[in-house]
């Protein structure tokens, strides 16, 4: 029945087998875990994943032909006398007054010098280190070969040191024994302070009940079962149990057994790092969330953006200054040339923005510090729509990320926000608003109030000089006639009446034209903007969320057994 059971056991145990390729892969995950959230998560949740890191690189890099084997318990449940018994020498002080042992004892099976670099790194000093050297048994140590065992100091100590030491030394075996006594087994702190922190440490964790032999033969089974209840609700459904008595070499059996099994395995010290890992994954859940990958800034927060940014930065004011620039200049270029002058007296409404700005110059320089522009300030409405549209960008990115990351995201939001006035003013300085050139058709148009003006003058002129030969007496000039219209009278009237209508019909074409020179002012202006947007709050967000990806993405690789 027994071996059935112990069959089962090691057919359950050998499934579980830890390749050790894959658990470095684990770590190497994790550690790109660390790297991706570095600056990001506070260090104090980090510092379990990073102790587990760097003491499993180190234990990997140690020998693995070795299982360290700690047996840890409270005061007088027999540590020592267990350590000596399966040493078969008396290596550690067995005594009455608790608590006795301080330090740790290390007994190595097997050559002392493979293991001393496995010690000098668990911190066992080097006159606490004995051997049991197979030579001195003939053959019957030979299954131990490999062993390091470990004697601790007892973990309920009175000495606040023991409980350090061990604490410490719990963290870098491969291998622990619980050795429990039958008066202090149900104890509070030995399952609530220890036995439960194992619980993902099933398959490196073993329970003896030693004193076996204080207990009536007829009480032991009752006994047994009582703590196996009691390592069910610590989580450690399914460890190993056994019953040993210290005092009689026929009492350690069972555990010896155990042990073989363990070192033969040389899996134990893989199976501790990768509960650790299981452990530290646990641990760093939380700070991903499965069902929520980072997708980014959508498109609708990204406009929003864009709307506010344009309205801070002053882009319907510089466009409304386009139009009317427009008009300005195409009323110059095409009015009847005595109003023309007259025109250019008012000032052109883009002039009065100063733009285009020092920056749109080929001798500008590249990032001007100073305002470029007079365009209006942001007034107190358009900078808190800014506010609230990167705000709104945050939330939409991070939502349904778990903390730290939403403070993360709208940090980096609003990293940028104090270069954004510059930056914005730059933009707008910086945009070809398409007012250089002066269109064609305005020529043509001028062209043709010159034709219809110079027509209007001569015929003026011509009337005038007749006018003037009349005064003097002289024979009177014989104008042409169009009809019954002389044709100085027809080129005056007519070039004045023409000058006015090509002018008329201008200005719909004019007004129409201003329109769509706005809206293409605006385009432009607006994608100048949006690459502010771009650069100074989306890249931010953009970087944090890649971060989070890559966190959730080395977290799931890390947690891949
Ligand atoms: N009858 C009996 N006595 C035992 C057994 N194991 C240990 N003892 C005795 O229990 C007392 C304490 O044993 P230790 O081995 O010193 O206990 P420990 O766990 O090392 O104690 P600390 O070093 O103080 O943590 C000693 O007197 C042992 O002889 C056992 O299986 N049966
Ligand atoms: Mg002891």
């Known amino acids: 029945m027994t071996n059935f059971v112990g069959r089962m056991r090691e057919a359950i145990r050998g499934d579980q087998r830890v390749d050790a390729d894959a658990l470095v892969d684990r770590l190497a995950a994790v550690r790109r875990f660390l790297d991706a959230v570095d600056g990001q998560v506070p260090d104090a949740q980090l510092v379990a994943a990073h102790t587990v890191v760097e003491r499993a690189g180190t234990r990997l890099e140690l020998s693995r032909d070795h299982t360290v084997v700690a047996l840890a318990g409270a005061t007088g449940s027999g540590k020592s006398s267990l350590f000596n018994a399966l040493a078969r020498l008396d290596l550690?002080?067995?005594?009455?007054?608790?608590?006795?042992?301080?330090?740790?004892?290390?007994?190595v099976w097997g050559?002392?010098?493979?293991?001393?670099?496995?010690?000098?790194?668990?911190?066992?000093?080097?006159?606490?280190?004995?051997?049991?050297?197979?030579?001195?048994?003939?053959?019957?140590?030979?299954?131990?070969?490999?062993?390091?065992?470990?004697?601790?100091?007892?973990?309920?100590?009175?000495?606040?040191?023991?409980r350090l030491e061990v604490d410490r030394l719990l963290g870098l075996v491969d291998l622990v024994v619980w050795v429990v006594d039958p008066q202090k087994y149900a104890d509070r702190v030995i399952h609530t302070s220890y036995l439960r922190e194992f619980h993902r440490h099933k398959d490196v964790t073993l329970v003896v009940l030693n004193q076996a032999d204080r207990l009536p033969p007829a009480e032991l089974p009752r006994v047994l079962d009582d703590l196996r209840r009691l390592l069910d609700a610590d989580g450690l459904a399914g460890v190993p149990l056994h019953a040993t008595v210290a005092v009689d070499p026929a009492g350690l059996t069972a555990l010896r057994e155990a042990l073989e099994r363990t070192v033969a395995e040389r899996q134990a010290a893989l199976r501790r790092l990768s509960g650790d890992v299981d452990t530290v994954v646990a641990g760093l859940d939380e700070l991903v969330s499965a069902d929520a990958p980072a997708t980014g800034p959508d498109e609708a927060a990204?406009?929003?953006?864009?709307?506010?940014?344009?309205?801070?930065?002053?882009?319907?004011?510089?466009?409304?200054?386009?139009?009317?620039a427009y008009r300005h200049r195409?009323?110059?270029?095409?009015?009847?040339?005595?109003?023309?002058?007259?025109?250019?007296?008012?000032?052109?409404?883009?002039?009065?923005?100063?733009?285009?700005?020092?920056?749109?110059?080929?001798?500008?320089?590249?990032?001007?510090?100073?305002?470029?522009t007079?365009?209006?300030?942001?007034?107190?409405?358009?900078?808190?729509?800014?506010?609230?549209?990167?705000?709104?960008?945050?939330?939409?990115?991070?939502?349904?990320?778990?903390?730290?990351?939403?403070?993360?995201?709208?940090?980096?939001?609003?990293?940028?926000?104090?270069?954004?006035?510059?930056?914005?003013?730059?933009?707008?300085?910086?945009?070809?608003?398409?007012?250089?050139?002066?269109?064609?058709?305005?020529?043509?148009?001028?062209?043709?109030?010159?034709?219809?003006?110079?027509?209007?003058?001569?015929?003026?002129?011509?009337?005038?000089?007749?006018?003037?030969?009349?005064?003097?007496?002289?024979?009177?000039?014989?104008?042409?006639?169009?009809?019954?219209?002389?044709?100085?009278?027809?080129?005056?009237?007519?070039?004045?009446?023409?000058?006015?209508?090509?002018?008329?019909?201008?200005?719909?074409?004019?007004?129409?034209?201003?329109?769509?020179?706005?809206?293409?002012?605006?385009?432009?202006?607006?994608?100048?903007?949006?690459?502010?947007?771009?650069?100074?709050?989306?890249?931010?967000?953009r970087a944090v969320l890649a971060r989070y990806g890559r966190a959730r993405e080395a977290l799931r690789e890390a947690a891949r057994r």
């Open 111 to 162: 050559q002392l010098d493979g293991a001393n670099r496995l010690l000098d790194w668990v911190g066992v000093l080097p006159r606490h280190r004995f051997v049991r050297e197979s030579a001195l048994d003939a053959d019957d140590e030979t299954d131990l070969h490999g062993l390091v065992l470990l004697d601790l100091p007892d973990f309920d100590s009175v000495q606040r040191s023991h």
């Open 330 to 372: 195409a009323v110059g270029s095409t009015g009847w040339p005595l109003v023309r002058a007259w025109r250019k007296l008012r000032p052109d409404p883009l002039r009065r923005l100063h733009l285009p700005g020092p920056a749109a110059g080929a001798d500008a320089p590249e990032e001007s510090l100073v305002a470029a």
């Open 92 to 107: 550690s002080p067995v005594g009455v007054r608790r608590p006795t042992t301080g330090v740790a004892h290390a007994c």
């Open 374 to 541: 007079s365009v209006p300030d942001p007034t107190a409405a358009q900078r808190s729509a800014l506010g609230l549209a990167i705000r709104s960008v945050a939330d939409r990115s991070s939502a349904g990320l778990p903390a730290p990351w939403p403070g993360a995201v709208t940090t980096a939001a609003r990293s940028r926000l104090g270069d954004l006035p510059d930056a914005l003013d730059r933009a707008v300085a910086g945009t070809d608003l398409g007012m250089d050139r002066r269109p064609v058709w305005w020529r043509l148009v001028g062209g043709l109030q010159w034709l219809v003006t110079l027509a209007a003058l001569a015929g003026l002129l011509w009337l005038a000089a007749g006018y003037a030969l009349r005064a003097l007496g002289l024979p009177a000039l014989d104008y042409p006639r169009v009809g019954e219209v002389p044709l100085p009278t027809v080129l005056l009237l007519g070039g004045l009446l023409a000058g006015l209508l090509v002018a008329a019909l201008a200005r719909p074409v004019i007004g129409w034209a201003a329109g769509r020179a706005r809206r293409r002012a605006e385009k432009r202006l607006t994608g100048a903007v949006a690459t502010v947007g771009e650069e100074h709050v989306l890249d931010p967000v």
């Open 302 to 324: 990204g406009r929003e953006l864009t709307r506010a940014l344009a309205g801070a930065a002053g882009v319907p004011a510089v466009a409304d200054a386009v139009r009317g």
